[in-house]
Nanobody, 122 residues
Framework: QVQLAESGGGLVQAGGSLRLSCEAS????????MGWFRQAPGKEREFVTA????????YYVDSVKGRFTISRDNAKNTVYLQMNSLLPEDTAVYYC???????????????WGQGTQVTVSS
C-alpha cells in the first residue's frame, strides 16, 4: 500500500506559479513511478505528467510542456509539480498518483492521493 498526501494548492493569478508537493508513505518510494492528474469542474480526470522511479525520465501532456516540471526526491519520499505561467484553464483539482509499473507514457494508477485545489484567476 502507498498513502499519498498532496499539498501546495491555492489561488493564483494568471501568469503566476505554484508548486505542489506529494509525500508518500507505506512502501519504498523508489519502487513506484509517480504522476500528477487533474480534474476540472464538469470534466473527466486527465493525465498531466509522470516521472520514473529513478527520476531519470519524465513525460508531459502537450498542454503543460514548457510550463510544468515534475521532479522527485527519493530521500524525502516526495514528488513535486512546479507550475509556471499558469492559465485559467489550469484550474482543477490536482491529484498525485503512484504506479507500480515504470512505463510512464501509459501511466497505470495503483494509488491515488486525495487531491488539492488549484485555482487560476484571470
Amino acid at each position: 500500500q502507498v498513502q499519498l498526501a498532496e499539498s501546495g494548492g491555492g489561488l493564483v493569478q494568471a501568469g503566476g506559479s505554484l508548486r505542489l508537493s506529494c509525500e508518500a508513505s507505506g512502501r519504498t518510494f523508489s519502487s513506484v513511478a509517480m504522476g500528477w492528474f487533474r480534474q476540472a469542474p464538469g470534466k473527466e480526470r486527465e493525465f498531466v505528467t509522470a516521472i520514473s522511479r529513478s527520476g531519470g525520465s519524465t513525460y508531459y501532456v502537450d498542454s503543460v510542456k514548457g510550463r510544468f516540471t515534475i521532479s522527485r526526491d527519493n530521500a524525502k519520499n516526495t514528488v513535486y509539480l512546479q507550475m509556471n505561467s499558469l492559465l485559467p484553464e489550469d484550474t482543477a483539482v490536482y491529484y498525485c498518483a503512484a504506479s507500480t509499473r515504470n512505463t510512464i507514457s501509459i501511466f497505470r494508477v495503483d494509488y491515488w492521493g486525495q487531491g488539492t485545489q488549484v485555482t487560476v484567476s484571470s
